[in-house]
T-cell receptor, first 116, second 111 residues
Framework: AQKVTQAQTEISVVEKEDVTLDCVYE???????LFWYKQPPSGELVFLIR??????QNEISGRYSWNFQKSTSSFNFTITASQVVDSAVYFC?????????????FGQGTRLTINP | DAGVIQSPRHEVTEMGQEVTLRCKPI?????LFWYRQTMMRGLELLIY????????DSGMPEDRFSAKMPNASFSTLKIQPSEPRDSAVYFC?????????FGQGTRLTVV
């Protein structure tokens, strides 16, 4: 069975600090996809990134970066120079890569608070 | 594109009543999902469709829950009869190329 663990329930930092959100996953599949979603206070879920298990290159998008390490089954998310608008609940998710298998298995989420 | 549209945004109903949640996916997306979010269980998949056909309904809690997708632009999730433990936020999502985009959710309260 697939499982995603986000051990950090809540994180609180001061604006402009860097912060890393941890994600550890379990799967028996050799190929799979990993995702991060953001849920701001307004409640909707916003897609941030999708990563294929074949691709272990780290990715950077502005202040956001993702570190995928297959050896440790981790897909961590770092926000550099955090801003108040980054305050949200962040979810890591996993899905099979098998054709037609699109179910997302979510972690429990990490509530990030950026204080001014 | 307007994104995934869900209605209603909020629903308060009495135990035993029928509740119908509605979803309009993003045009062109071939997968549609219904997820439920609660404090206790987090985000869990209820059912998903591919090209209007249900693929996996293993997450549907029990026979009180049913979902339909009569065409590519509309889906419903029905609970009959509703119970207080069904109180949650219900999200609809549609996806293309494995990127799922979520609606704003329907907050359901059953009293």
């Amino acid at each position: 069975a697939q499982k995603v663990t986000q051990a950090q329930t809540e994180i609180s930092v001061v604006e402009k600090e860097d912060v890393t959100l941890d994600c550890v996953y379990e799967t028996r599949d050799t190929t799979y996809y990993l995702f991060w979603y953001k849920q701001p206070p307004s409640g909707e879920l916003v897609f941030l990134i999708r990563r294929n298990s074949f691709d272990e290159q780290n990715e950077i998008s502005g202040r956001y970066s993702w570190n995928f390490q297959k050896s440790t089954s981790s897909f961590n998310f770092t926000i550099t120079a955090s801003q108040v608008v980054d305050s949200a609940v962040y979810f890591c998710a996993l899905s099979e890569a098998r054709r037609g298998a699109q179910k997302l298995v979510f972690g429990q989420g990490t509530r990030l608070t950026i204080n001014p | 594109d307007a994104g995934v549209i869900q209605s209603p945004r909020h629903e308060v109903t009495e135990m035993g009543q029928e509740v119908t949640l509605r979803c309009k996916p993003i045009s062109g997306h071939d997968y549609l999902f219904w997820y439920r979010q609660t404090m206790m269980r987090g985000l869990e998949l209820l059912i998903y469709f591919n090209n209007n056909v249900p693929i996996d309904d293993s997450g549907m809690p029990e026979d009180r829950f049913s979902a339909k997708m009569p065409n590519a632009s509309f889906s419903t999730l029905k609970i009959q009869p509703s119970e207080p433990r069904d109180s949650a936020v219900y999200f609809c999502a549609s996806s293309e190329d494995r990127k799922a985009f979520f609606g704003q959710g329907t907050r359901l309260t059953v009293v």
